[in-house]
Each structure stands twice: as C-alpha cells, then as structure tokens.
Nanobody
Framework: QVQLVESGGGLVQPGGSLRLSCAAS????????MGWYRQAPGKQREWVAT???????RYADSVKDRFTISRDNAKNTVYLQMSSLKPEDTAVYYC?????????WGQGTQVTVSS
C-alpha cells in the first residue's frame, strides 16, 4: 500500500498561485499514472489532472492552461502548480493513482481562493 500526504494549500486571492505537493510513503516510479483530484463543499470529488510515468499530462477543461502537474520519482512526490486561481477552484485537493485501484485517500489539502 501507499500512504499519500498532501500539502501546500492555503488562502490565496483570485489570480494568485499555489504549489501543492503529494508525498508518497514509497516509490512511485512503478506507478504508471498519478492524478490530482478535488472536492468542493457539497460536491462530489472530481478529477483535475493526470501525469503518466513517462511524463504525459492531461487536464480537466476547467484547469487547462492554468494548472501544471509534475512528478519527481526520486522524491516520491507529485506536484500541482496552480496559477490564475479562481474562486471556483476552492476545494480540498487530493492526489492518488490516476485510475482504479485507488490507494487509501489522504487527508487532502485545503485551497481557498477568496479576496
């Protein structure tokens, strides 16, 4: 099993930037694809971005051209660089495998975009 710990969230003004990190308890080099997800209050968890082991990336339309996912296998960490943040990006952000089977979900990191 892999334990995932997300960090880097916070309160930011609209138009601002944040970089989220997801640290895994073991090597992620063998995990084909990792993803970021988010859950806004009163809504279901939704997929945000995916990165494969060879660096191929894919994004939800709502974050395309604003968010960048990356991974550092040597540090067992996946990142999400977020820029041009909007109030509708407010949510708890999680990382996990990009598809089933998922690992146990971490506690997530809260991102709040507000003036």
């Amino acid at each position: 099993q892999v334990q995932l710990v997300e960090s880097g969230g916070g309160l930011v003004q609209p138009g601002g930037s944040l970089r989220l990190s997801c640290a895994a308890s073991r090597s992620i080099a063998s995990i084909n694809a990792m993803g970021w997800y988010r859950q806004a209050p009163g809504k279901q968890r939704e997929w945000v971005a995916t990165i494969t082991s060879d660096g191929y990336t894919r994004y939800a339309d709502s974050v395309k051209d604003r968010f960048t996912i990356s991974r550092d296998n040597a540090k067992n960490t996946v990142y999400l660089q977020m820029s041009s943040l909007k109030p509708e990006d407010t949510a708890v952000y999680y990382c996990n495998a990009a598809s089933y089977p998922f690992y146990p979900w971490g506690q997530g990191t809260q991102v709040t975009v507000s003036s």
